[in-house]
């Protein structure tokens, strides 16, 4: 079995990314709204921390993994992020969506990495 990549998981992740798993989701703009879900399944998978930056009046979820800044819901943005890289936690992550939304995409996340493994 080969070791899971960021690529695969941001494969899985615009496979998965819908309206249940955040209620902002669009077509044209999947990752609008899932940062704080996102960040919580890619902790689950990967470890590393949770981190967040102030975007407008709103916190932005995102990891670092391994010392590498990992932000899989950026192209949610028109314009360049600047990343203040500030500790958070899980549950500040989890203020950002809910129990529901956390299963639905964590399950079809691994469903998708599962099944490209086959």
């Not at 998981?9 to 249940?20: H, Y």
């Not at 044209?28 to 102030?54: F, S, Y």
């Not at 203020?95 to 691994?110: A, G, K, M």
Request: glycine share 6%; hydrophobic share 35%; charged share 20%.
């Amino acid at each position: 079995m080969r070791q899971t990549t960021h690529q695969d998981i941001l494969n899985a992740l615009l496979k998965s990314w819908s309206v249940k798993s955040s209620s902002l989701y669009t077509p044209e703009n999947p990752a609008k709204g899932q940062c704080g879900v996102t960040a919580l399944v890619a902790n689950d998978l990967l470890g590393g921390d949770i981190l967040k930056t102030r975007i407008g009046n709103q916190w932005h979820f995102y990891n670092i993994i391994n010392g590498e800044r990992i932000d899989f819901t950026a192209s949610q943005f028109q314009t360049a992020i600047n990343y203040d890289d500030l500790p958070s936690t899980r549950e500040e992550a989890f203020d950002d969506t809910d129990e529901l939304q956390l299963v639905y995409l964590s399950t079809r996340v691994i469903e998708f990495l599962f099944d490209s493994e086959q």
